[in-house]
T-cell receptor, first 116, second 115 residues
Framework: GAVVSQHPSWVICKSGTSVKIECRSL??????MFWYRQFPKQSLMLMAT?????????EQGVEKDKFLINHASLTLSTLTVTSAHPEDSSFYIC????????????FGPGTRLTVT | AQSVAQPEDQVNVAEGNPLTVKCTYS??????LFWYVQYPNRGLQFLLK??????LVKGSYGFEAEFNKSQTSFHLKKPSALVSDSALYFC?????????????FGAGTRLFVKA
């Protein structure tokens, strides 16, 4: 149980275009979803936290207009990287948690974004 | 502020030997502590957690962790390492200061198990 999927697993896009990454909780309702960015050989950097039906809470230094997060339902959250640039190339990971789990998170497999 | 520290970037162990991956924490109030594992090019997997109760917590894949309040530590252990345990391990603490939604991750420790 507690499976989270991400799509796509990898994507290459041209500079200036936008990319949407989907995160789905497959067998539970995720009250809270998180988006992380991970650089090579580094820890996870939390980008934003979102609760279903409300606006995402972004971490300091994360551009809201560049990284658009939508948590439309209890099983789906999307991250859209707008006007992508090469420095946005990274490994993006989503996670989800639900009430009753003492806040452990269940992670998606990640999406590797390469902006050329 | 809540934080976790993983003092070792890398741990090397021979297969069959016991392994320990260290973690210390700093929190206000009672800690909610977690261990996660990340295999190459994959997301993190939940291993185990300490919320309350017995200081020795058992988790997935034969791992366990010992909560030590006096030393503010939560070291991950396994009695006999497998080559397949080679991965990146993250200690984490729930950030109760922000209402408990966020989790703060340590820098990670890379475990190499040699056959």
């Amino acid at each position: 149980g507690a499976v989270v999927s991400q799509h796509p697993s990898w994507v290459i896009c041209k500079s200036g275009t936008s990319v949407k990454i989907e995160c789905r909780s497959l067998d539970f309702q995720a009250t809270t979803m998180f988006w992380y960015r991970q650089f090579p050989k580094q820890s996870l950097m939390l980008m934003a936290t979102s609760n279903e039906g409300s606006k995402a809470t972004y971490e300091q230094g994360v551009e809201k207009d560049k990284f658009l997060i939508n948590h439309a339902s209890l099983t789906l959250s999307t991250l859209t990287v707008t006007s992508a640039h090469p420095e946005d190339s990274s490994f993006y990971i989503c996670s989800a948690s639900y009430s009753g789990t003492s806040y452990e998170q269940y992670f998606g497999p990640g999406t590797r974004l390469t902006v050329t | 502020a809540q934080s976790v520290a993983q003092p070792e970037d890398q741990v090397n162990v021979a297969e069959g030997n016991p392994l320990t991956v260290k973690c210390t924490y700093s929190v206000s109030g009672n800690p909610y502590l977690f261990w996660y594992v990340q295999y190459p090019n994959r997301g993190l997997q939940f291993l185990l957690k300490y919320i309350t109760g017995d200081n020795l917590v058992k988790g997935s894949y034969g791992f366990e962790a010992e909560f030590n309040k006096s030393q503010t530590s939560f070291h991950l252990k396994k009695p006999s390492a497998l080559v397949s345990d080679s991965a990146l391990y993250f200690c984490a603490v729930r950030d109760i200061e922000t209402g408990g939604f966020k989790t703060i991750f340590g820098a990670g420790t890379r475990l190499f198990v040699k056959a």
